[in-house]
Every structure is written in C-alpha cells, then in structure tokens.
C-alpha cells in the first residue's frame, strides 16, 4: 500500500467516515488550510513527511503573513467544505491526528509552538500553559 493509501485510511479510520472518497476530501481540505498557515522550516518539514499527493495539496497554498486562530482555521475549513463548525472541528482532528502520526512527536510540538494558542486540541493534545 502507497504512503498516500495509508495516511488516507488513517484519516477515514480516526475520522470514522464512511468511504475513501469522504476521508480524501476532508484530507485534501484541511492540507489546503494547514498549507496556508505554515512558514519556514515547519512548512518544508511538514512537506518532507507528508506523501506526494498530499505534498501537492499543503505546497499549492501560499502562505499567510501570521497564522490565523484555531477557531478560524476551523472556520477556514467548514467553508472549504460546506459543513458545521462542529463537523469540521471533528475533520481538522481527524486530518492532524494523523498528521501527528505521520510527522512524529518533535515536528509535532515545532508546529505548536508556531502556530497561536488553541490549536494543540486540533492535534488530540492538552493545550496547557506554563504557569508563571
């Protein structure tokens, strides 16, 4: 099985969808936005992990000057795929759980400490702070 196949049948596993055809669409949209969020060495380490396929999808995007907020990067992607907050709440972390797996635990945290507050969640993790 290609790496693309299997990134795509872990997203339909963790996201619980019905068909490949579903799990490539929500993949495809999510990369899209994520692809929009990211700069600098994250930006090509996330490119290096991800299958070609999918490379294509997150590299076509350019980037933003700042990423946006979690609840925006949410919103971003319900638009992108005509459904609820809820629904692409539960899509986007579908999408980086999976992105997680692949991308390893270091990348992982590189990409949180880059990316504002509140997207922790997205990834399946506690978004904690640092008490003063």
Known sequence: MTRYRLLLQ?????????CDEEAERVLHAVLAVLGSQLTGEERCAV????????????ANQIPLPRPVAAPAFVEA??????????AARWDVSSVLAALTDLAGDHLTDRLLMGLPRGYALLFGRADLTVAA
């Open 77 to 86: 992607v319900a638009r992108a795929l005509n459904t609820s907050l809820t």
């Open 47 to 58: 490119a290096a992990v991800l299958p070609e396929r999918a490379r294509a999808v997150f």
């Open 10 to 18: 872990q997203v339909r596993t963790l996201g619980r969808y019905t």
